[in-house]
């Protein structure tokens, strides 16, 4: 049978193809770019980072529906009163060579410990939240919150840190304080908003100090085709 006119003969396609073969068959060996493996903690410190900063966000709706509940003076931007009570709740302002000096673990772990304090906290405040508004506002919040003491515990878990435990007595416990003016009841409240606003402002700078210091250093790949005669 003759080939047709643009029609490659059956020998000139089995001549073509095993051109084709010998040079695949000398290219030098490529390994793969794409290595999957352990990829350490930075997945887990990317994704606590990300959270706190979704925690602030979310923090910044809840702030403003709450003190609007309050009332004024509350609710007053410039209002920045004396801290009157609220002692027991963690705080998150720290000397700033204080703060560059601190390791990685005690890090976590004061992340830890001030997470677990302000969500039983805000658990208690949303026991005694008077609108059914501000009840959804805060059990949100909260799910969130806890979301972010799981996240830092896995954290705490891929360095190979113990989650913190607490002393016997010293667990974080929500009780009503004894009675007093309605005034400093919400002015508690106001303190507990505005610590945990400060707590994760903090806590962004503390993640995003861990990512950097975790971060593998840049590897240039290049990929050598050594070219072959034939």
């Not at 001549?15 to 390994?31: E, N, S």
């Not at 507990?192 to 240039?220: G, I, V």
């Amino acid at each position: 049978m003759v080939p047709t006119a643009g029609e490659p003969a059956a020998g000139d396609s089995w001549g073509m193809l095993a051109c084709l073969c010998t040079v695949l068959w000398h290219l030098p060996a490529v390994p793969a770019l794409n290595r999957t493996g352990d990829l350490g903690p930075g997945p887990s410190i990317q994704k606590t980072y990300d959270l706190t900063r979704y925690l602030e966000h979310q923090l910044r709706s809840l702030a403003g529906t709450y003190l609007n509940y309050l009332g004024p003076p509350f609710n007053e931007p410039d209002f920045n009163p004396p801290r009157l009570g609220a002692e027991t709740l963690p705080r998150a302002t720290v000397d700033l060579e204080v703060w560059r000096s601190l390791n990685d673990k005690l890090r976590l772990t004061q992340n830890y410990e001030a997470y677990s304090h302000l969500l039983c906290y805000l658990r208690g405040l949303n026991r005694q939240a008077a609108t059914a508004e501000l009840r959804r506002s805060l059990a949100h919040f909260c799910t969130s919150l806890q979301g972010l003491l799981g996240s830092i515990a896995g954290v705490m878990a891929a360095l190979g840190y113990p989650l913190p435990q607490p002393l016997p007595g010293t667990e974080p416990t929500w009780t009503p304080g004894p009675a007093h003016s309605d005034f400093l009841q919400k002015m508690d409240d106001f303190w507990l908003l505005k610590e945990l606003q400060t707590w994760l402002w903090r806590s962004a700078k503390d993640f995003n100090r861990l990512k950097k210091k975790m971060q593998p250093p840049a590897a240039a790949v290049t990929v050598h085709l050594g070219a072959h005669g034939f």
